[in-house]
């Protein structure tokens, strides 16, 4: 259980990291210099809903190929309409911009691939690794 809850944490701030820069990039280039304490909040919990989705469908365990396929897709849009759903409920409490449903599926599908990319590169090393010592 502690090493799920530190492997979480891990995964929570590099999550959070790339999609902060991203996200960062994607309001200069809207012409955007500044950010909200609000939006700061809702990518902290953007990140960590797929961390917790991630434990609770077992993504990172061995499957067929097809079949981790699928669940990659499944956790990618659940965590994406709870991502929309943050920006929902922060526009609730503050004016959101024009294009913050957009900026939340660009960065957001950045951070993701990358984070994503990180996990599978870890797994399969890990997996030849195992497969080596026997």
Not at 95 to 120: C, K, P
């Amino acid at each position: 259980m502690k090493r799920k809850v530190i492997g979480g944490f891990q995964l929570w701030a590099a999550g959070y990291a790339v999609l902060t820069v991203v996200s960062a990039i994607a309001q200069l280039c809207n012409g955007m210099a500044t950010d909200t304490n609000i939006n700061a909040l809702a990518r902290a919990l953007a990140c960590l809903v797929p961390i917790v989705t991630y434990y609770l469908f077992g993504f990172g365990t061995e499957r067929k190929w097809t079949k981790g396929l699928l669940m990659l897709v499944l956790h990618y849009v659940i965590s994406l309409a709870c991502a929309w759903l943050l920006i929902y409920l922060a526009g609730l409490l503050q004016h959101n911009a024009r294009t913050a449903y957009w900026d939340m599926l660009i960065s957001f599908t950045v951070a993701y691939a990358v984070v994503a990319g990180i996990i599978a590169l870890a797994n399969r090393r890990a997996r030849k690794e195992r497969e080596r010592a026997k």
